[in-house]
């Protein structure tokens, strides 16, 4: 690959990072806390593609050295960098959709490495709390804050053998380390949830029925739903636990 | 229509996601990488650096695993800067290696994760940090010893100090690192992808919850996911099944080797350096997981 390639091959680099970045897209693929740093590298790297172009145009032409035999047999793996240009740019792949994937996607686990007390719940007739946060709080909390308490829970239609589960993904940096957090839906509001398809996003009201015995690490809570509204699919598809 | 392809199918929409969580991911500690190498191709001389070193070689290997600390990040970002610390090889040859090795693993933010992964066994942290600066010291002493310079095909670009602006030989140095590693990151975070949904979990979750073949298992899942070293405590302290010195193992051979990690340094050092050197990073750090586990966690 000729140094001229090479730097547009940079510039596009840069240029699919910035615009998965303005778009939003990259919450797709990792965790938003990195937005600012992705923003700095997409220019960073556009800026160093700029100044070899802009260089090379100021001296007539590229570097001699780039031409001499030893650098130039190998650069052809750079051809290797529009295999993630045309991923960001033109196929974009969708968040991860566990019912589909599930096999890649392992459950999150709730052992009980030690019980400690978690802060209260927020005031209210039913708070909203995320779905990981519900399997926490059921096997670590040592208040026992979901006992006989409403809450409002948001994930999305996993259909399985037994009844509807409602899902939803965590991430802790992005999605090669995502896992997958459930509860049972059941109680009088389940049923509204049962002939949706998978992947519905649905908000639901209810309360956690306790876990029988010593929790471990297989244990699934339920949700004794009581309301069940559908809802659209958030803005950030994953939970992020920091 | 390559995008319908994508979208039909529930397999390659995974793959391709997990490609772009990794690449995506990597791109901003490549960046700080490629930024600190740029740096070091102005202002670090092999010279300044053999200077800078304590004189006895294995002294010299143990001060850059400390010194490994002070690079906050992940894995990605180390390769390039070891590749330009590393020079013509040399003195300061194996001192780049054990700083390649360390600094993603015990850098305080890699630590403090580690914490809040395991809230309740602090003793794993004590022991990655130990168990991963043995491995990078180890291996440190180890390429002294027997590392052979033919090995490294891959040479850097000369840099014409003398004759060009500070200013220039920085944008080049950055700009030549990331296009070479960032190509070989292409090619680990489709090995990656391809592995997570090839190779099915149960395999692992069945397997894993035996000692023994549990730390086999473990390693070989650290080389296969190719996690982010900031994140990778977190898979750890999921896989609840799994006793607690197996998933050290995972902690301190994940950094040290991985599939995107070998061809970043194939690409970065030559293909019979890699070839060599990852295999031997993955048994000498299974084995140092396995005797600092052993001393600092008692063999749960």
């Given at each position: 690959?000729?140094?001229?390639?090479?730097?547009i091959?940079?510039l596009?680099?840069?240029?699919?990072i910035?615009?998965?970045t303005?778009?939003?897209?990259?919450?797709?693929?990792?965790?938003?806390?990195?937005l600012?740093?992705?923003?700095?590298?997409?220019?960073l790297?556009?800026?160093?593609?700029l100044v070899?172009i802009?260089?090379?145009?100021?001296?007539?032409?590229p570097?001699?050295?780039?031409?001499?035999?030893a650098?130039?047999?190998?650069t052809g793996i750079?051809?290797?960098?529009?295999?993630?240009?045309?991923?960001?740019?033109?196929?974009?792949?969708?968040?991860?959709?566990?019912?589909?994937?599930?096999?890649s996607v392992?459950?999150?686990?709730?052992?009980?490495?030690?019980?400690?007390?978690?802060?209260?719940?927020?005031?209210?007739?039913?708070p909203?709390?995320?779905?990981?946060?519900?399997l926490?709080?059921?096997?670590?909390?040592?208040?026992?804050s979901?006992?006989?308490?409403?809450?409002?829970?948001?994930?999305?239609?996993?259909?399985?053998a037994?009844?509807v589960d409602?899902?939803?993904?965590?991430i802790?940096?992005?999605?090669?380390?995502?896992?997958?957090?459930r509860?049972?839906?059941?109680?009088?509001?389940?049923?509204?949830?049962?002939?949706?398809p998978?992947?519905?996003?649905?908000?639901?009201?209810?309360q956690?029925?306790?876990l029988?015995?010593?929790?471990?690490y297989?244990?699934?809570?339920?949700?004794?739903?009581t309301?069940v509204t559908?809802?659209?699919?958030?803005?950030n598809p994953y939970?992020?636990?920091? | 229509?390559?995008?319908?392809?994508?979208?039909?199918?529930?397999a390659?929409s995974t793959a391709g996601?997990v490609?772009?969580?990794?690449?995506?991911?990597?791109?901003?500690?490549?960046?700080?990488?490629?930024?600190?190498?740029?740096?070091?191709?102005?202002?670090v001389s092999?010279?300044?650096?053999a200077?800078?070193?304590?004189?006895?070689?294995?002294?010299a290997?143990?001060?850059?695993?400390?010194?490994?600390?002070?690079l906050?990040?992940?894995?990605?970002?180390?390769?390039?800067?070891?590749?330009?610390?590393?020079?013509?090889?040399?003195?300061?040859?194996?001192?780049?290696l054990?700083?390649m090795?360390?600094?993603?693993?015990?850098?305080?933010?890699v630590?403090?994760a580690?914490?809040?992964?395991?809230?309740?066994?602090?003793?794993?942290v004590?022991?990655?940090?130990?168990?991963?600066l043995?491995?990078?010291?180890i291996?440190?002493?180890?390429?002294?010893?027997?590392?052979?310079?033919?090995?490294?095909?891959?040479?850097?670009?000369?840099?014409?100090?003398?004759?060009?602006?500070?200013?220039?030989?920085?944008?080049?140095?950055?700009?030549?690192?990331?296009?070479?590693?960032?190509?070989?990151l292409?090619?680990g975070?489709?090995?990656?992808?391809?592995?997570?949904?090839?190779?099915?979990?149960?395999?692992?979750?069945?397997?894993?919850?035996?000692?023994?073949?549990?730390?086999?298992?473990?390693?070989?899942?650290?080389?296969?996911?190719?996690?982010?070293s900031?994140?990778?405590?977190?898979?750890?302290?999921?896989?609840?099944?799994?006793?607690?010195?197996?998933?050290?193992v995972?902690?301190?051979?994940g950094?040290?080797v991985?599939?995107k990690?070998?061809?970043?340094?194939?690409?970065?050092?030559g293909?019979?350096?890699?070839?060599?050197?990852?295999?031997?990073?993955?048994?000498?750090?299974?084995?140092?997981?396995?005797?600092?586990?052993l001393?600092?966690?008692?063999?749960?």
């Amino acid at each position: 690959m000729s140094r001229e390639t090479e730097n547009i091959v940079l510039l596009l680099v840069g240029i699919s990072i910035a615009v998965i970045t303005v778009s939003g897209a990259f919450t797709r693929y990792v965790k938003p806390g990195l937005l600012p740093w992705l923003a700095a590298s997409a220019l960073l790297l556009i800026a160093l593609a700029l100044v070899a172009i802009i260089g090379d145009i100021r001296r007539g032409g590229p570097r001699p050295s780039d031409h001499s035999e030893a650098h130039s047999h190998r650069t052809g793996i750079v051809w290797l960098l529009v295999v993630p240009i045309l991923v960001l740019l033109v196929v974009a792949p969708p968040a991860l959709r566990p019912s589909a994937a599930a096999p890649s996607v392992p459950a999150v686990s709730n052992v009980v490495l030690n019980r400690f007390p978690f802060a209260p719940l927020p005031p209210g007739s039913a708070p909203e709390v995320s779905l990981p946060e519900v399997l926490r709080r059921e096997v670590q909390d040592s208040t026992g804050s979901l006992t006989n308490r409403s809450i409002t829970v948001t994930g999305f239609v996993l259909n399985e053998a037994q009844g509807v589960d409602l899902g939803r993904i965590v991430i802790y940096c992005c999605a090669a380390d995502a896992q997958l957090a459930r509860l049972h839906l059941r109680g009088p509001a389940a049923p509204h949830a049962a002939g949706l398809p998978d992947n519905t996003w649905l908000r639901v009201e209810g309360q956690v029925k306790p876990l029988a015995g010593q929790p471990n690490y297989r244990m699934i809570p339920t949700l004794e739903a009581t309301k069940v509204t559908r809802i659209d699919a958030p803005a950030n598809p994953y939970d992020y636990p920091h | 229509m390559l995008r319908n392809a994508v979208f039909g199918s529930a397999a390659l929409s995974t793959a391709g996601t997990v490609f772009c969580g990794v690449f995506v991911q990597a791109v901003p500690f490549l960046a700080l990488g490629v930024v600190v190498s740029g740096l070091i191709a102005v202002f670090v001389s092999p010279e300044r650096l053999a200077r800078w070193l304590p004189r006895r070689p294995a002294v010299a290997v143990v001060a850059a695993g400390v010194g490994g600390a002070a690079l906050p990040g992940c894995e990605c970002g180390s390769v390039p800067v070891a590749r330009r610390l590393f020079g013509e090889g040399g003195a300061t040859g194996a001192a780049a290696l054990t700083f390649m090795l360390a600094a993603p693993a015990i850098n305080p933010v890699v630590l403090v994760a580690t914490a809040v992964a395991f809230p309740g066994a602090p003793r794993m942290v004590v022991a990655r940090m130990g168990a991963s600066l043995l491995t990078a010291v180890i291996m440190g002493w180890a390429w002294s010893r027997w590392g052979r310079p033919e090995w490294i095909t891959r040479q850097l670009p000369p840099s014409g100090v003398q004759t060009q602006s500070r200013w220039v030989v920085f944008a080049e140095a950055a700009r030549h690192d990331f296009l070479q590693a960032a190509s070989y990151l292409v090619v680990g975070a489709a090995a990656a992808a391809a592995l997570h949904v090839v190779v099915p979990r149960w395999v692992f979750e069945h397997l894993a919850a035996h000692l023994i073949l549990g730390v086999v298992v473990m390693a070989a899942l650290a080389v296969v996911l190719a996690l982010c070293s900031e994140a990778d405590a977190f898979v750890a302290a999921s896989m609840t099944m799994v006793p607690l010195l197996p998933r050290l193992v995972f902690l301190v051979v994940g950094p040290a080797v991985d599939v995107k990690l070998f061809a970043m340094q194939a690409g970065m050092f030559g293909r019979a350096f890699a070839a060599r050197f990852a295999p031997t990073t993955l048994l000498v750090a299974t084995a140092s997981a396995c005797a600092v586990g052993l001393v600092v966690l008692g063999g749960g």
